[in-house]
């Protein structure tokens, strides 16, 4: 290509205007291109933090626990109940502390599962074996937490709730509920000050999604 002689600045100029459109071209392609990827994705907005745990109004009474467990449990005086949304579905849980003389008489008509967190975190996973193990002390044996998640309006008092649990062999002495933290999101769990040898022992339990799990905390709930 030949360049008439003197037009050599006038070539430069344009070569540079076209360059010059061109880039604001791409740049006006690249805007759009974001704008358009941001208004097709919905923006992500943090889980709110868990309300805190409450007590049942009215209590929890033997009915219940009759009702949707079986007439082998019954409540245990003294520890305090909770109702709070264990599994992240903005639906209240029940949680009451029972005696239940043999956990596996009624599952199956009353559709619970029964769950060993505290055995599964020891290495001991079938509940079938370890629903027999009794406590050395009278007073333990039996001793477990009846937990049900709620469904629908009336929650936990469901005719038919989401599911129930009952979890087997923990060692609590006292128990509270708490906030979690469970990757990046905040989760209610139950907590646990633990009976044995040891001293100002504890732990929690909570719903990882799919299971309830054991943890230890260490020497003190605080």
């Not at 358009?36 to 745990?53: F, G, R, T």
């Not at 992240?88 to 599952?107: E, Q, W």
Request: glycine letters at 6%.
């Amino acid at each position: 290509m030949s360049i008439p002689i003197g037009g050599e600045a006038a070539y430069s100029n344009a070569m540079c205007s076209r360059r010059f459109t061109l880039i604001l071209l791409l740049a006006g392609l690249l805007v759009i291109s974001i704008v358009s990827s941001a208004a097709a994705e919905p923006s992500k907005k943090p889980a709110p933090p868990p309300a805190p745990a409450k007590a049942p109004s009215p209590a929890v009474t033997d009915e219940l626990v009759h009702k949707q467990f079986g007439e082998n449990c019954t409540l245990l005086v003294g520890p305090p109940q909770f109702t709070m949304d264990l599994d992240g579905d903005g639906v209240d849980d029940l949680v009451v502390a029972a005696r239940c003389k043999n956990p596996m008489a009624d599952r199956d008509e009353y559709s619970f599962q029964i769950v060993d967190p505290y055995d599964s975190f020891l290495g001991f996973g079938d509940v079938k074996v370890t629903s027999s193990f009794a406590s050395d002390a009278p007073e333990r044996r039996g001793v477990c937490l009846l937990i049900i998640h709620g469904d629908g309006p009336d929650a936990w008092r469901s005719e038919k709730p989401k599911a129930k649990f009952m979890l087997i062999n923990l060692p609590f002495k006292t128990l509270a509920a708490k906030k979690l933290s469970l990757k990046k999101k905040m989760a209610m769990a139950i907590y646990m000050e633990e009976t044995g040898e040891a001293e100002n022992l504890s732990s929690v339990v909570f719903w990882d999604g799919k299971k309830y799990r054991y943890q230890p905390l260490g020497s003190s709930m605080e």
